[in-house]
């Protein structure tokens, strides 16, 4: 049974930096792309990054490029969101997700990830 489990929210100040951590485990996770969401109350979910399943290759939605950097370590079965410079809009709960398909880069289209973490809380204060 494939679980995803987040770390790292909290509550900080806009300009400030918070890294999130989300640990799978039940599948070969050097296979499988991997992919941080988030949802704010009242909004639709949005797409945040994406990574391949090697680290070698990460997409980013166009409101946090150059603010997030998106990373993983296979051997820890770990994906990593590092923010930075963070805004009261990215006030959100953040979930990881992890690709359906074995080497396939489903980017920002949430129907093709089959898992996804129970979420944590982020929260920027002005």
Request: proline letters at 3%.
């Amino acid at each position: 049974q494939v679980q995803l489990v987040e770390s790292g929210g909290g509550l900080v100040q806009a300009g400030g930096s918070l890294r999130l951590s989300c640990t799978a485990s039940g599948r070969t996770f050097s296979n499988y792309a991997m992919a941080w969401f988030r949802q704010a109350p009242g909004k639709e979910r949005e797409f945040v990054a994406h990574i391949n399943w090697s680290g070698g290759s990460a997409y980013y939605a166009d409101s946090v490029k150059g603010r997030f950097t998106v990373s993983r370590d296979n051997a820890k079965n770990t994906v990593y969101l590092q923010m930075n410079s963070l805004k009261p809009e990215d006030t959100a709960v953040y979930s990881c997700a992890i690709d359906a398909l074995p080497y396939y880069l489903a980017y920002g289209t949430p129907q093709m990830y089959d898992h996804w973490g129970q979420g944590t809380q982020v929260t920027v204060s002005s």
